[in-house]
């Protein structure tokens, strides 16, 4: 099974950027990233599906944050650009094996999921 690990989590200002990483120890179908901000539900952030290269993106995210994968160092990575206040949240990577199941933004897709990064985006 697969292990998850996040990093680059961190405080910024309004305006500023964040890359996360996620090391991850087996090649899956799908991997994605999700966050959960204090009294609120986990919301899918982005996703790879890693065969093809497909992409998907949480719609109100309006193209501030870019999924990608470096095979080679086996790291999935989150840019984060104009981050807002709203954004800081817990960050959670996620995978899963299965070729399909539910939608990417559900986190029923996912079976393994990292321990998380806190961002925080201050005004």
């Known amino acids: 099974q697969v292990q998850l690990v996040e990093s680059g989590g961190g405080s910024v200002q309004t305006g500023g950027s964040l890359r996360l990483s996620c090391a991850y120890s087996d090649r899956t179908y799908l991997m994605g990233w999700f966050r959960q901000a204090p009294g609120k539900e986990r919301e899918g952030v982005a996703a790879i599906y890693t065969l093809g290269g497909r992409k998907r993106y949480a719609d109100s995210l309006r193209g501030r944050f870019t999924i990608s994968e470096d095979r080679a160092k086996m790291t999935l990575h989150l840019q984060m650009d104009s981050l807002e206040p709203e954004d800081t949240a817990m960050y959670y990577c996620?995978?899963?094996?299965?070729?399909?199941?539910?939608?990417?933004?559900?986190?029923?897709?996912?079976?393994?999921w990292g321990p998380g990064t806190q961002v925080t985006v201050s005004s």
């Open positions: 996620a995978a899963d094996y299965r070729p399909s199941g539910a939608d990417w933004s559900s986190g029923a897709r996912y079976k393994y």
